[in-house]
């Protein structure tokens, strides 16, 4: 079993920052893509960022020049440095993992229980 844990959630004011951190443990033999999503209360869950093995990087074009995804291999750890934090940015936010547990090639998408960030304006 794989486990992810986030922490770094809570409230903030309009313009502030928050520093959110997911760590995968468990039965790990490698972790292929990691992402971050959110989900607004009524409204769909939606894709925040993601990041390959390899570090390369896409973001939802309403996060652009304020959020930063980022990883630590060695840790198996997963960051999201949100700035110029808007009230539309409140959400529960979700990290996932794409993880190979053996030696067989298979991978299995696993989710974190979220975290919560709050804007306040």
């Known amino acids: 079993q794989v486990q992810l844990v986030e922490s770094g959630g809570g409230l903030v004011q309009a313009g502030g920052s928050l520093r959110l951190s997911c760590a995968a443990s468990?039965?790990?033999?490698?972790?292929?893509?990691m992402a971050w999503y959110r989900q607004a209360p009524g409204k769909q869950r939606e894709l925040v960022a993601t990041i390959s093995s390899g570090g390369s990087t896409n973001y939802a074009d309403s996060v652009k020049g304020r959020f930063t995804i980022s990883r630590d291999n060695a840790k198996n750890t997963v960051y999201l440095q949100m700035n110029s934090l808007k009230p539309e940015d409140t959400a529960v936010y979700y990290c996932?993992?794409?993880?190979?547990?053996?030696?067989?090639?298979?991978?299995?998408?696993?989710w974190g229980q979220g975290t919560q960030v709050t804007v306040s304006s």
């Open positions: 996932n993992a794409l993880v190979r547990t053996g030696w067989a090639p298979d991978q299995y998408n696993y």
């Open positions: 468990g039965s790990i033999f490698s972790i292929n893509a």
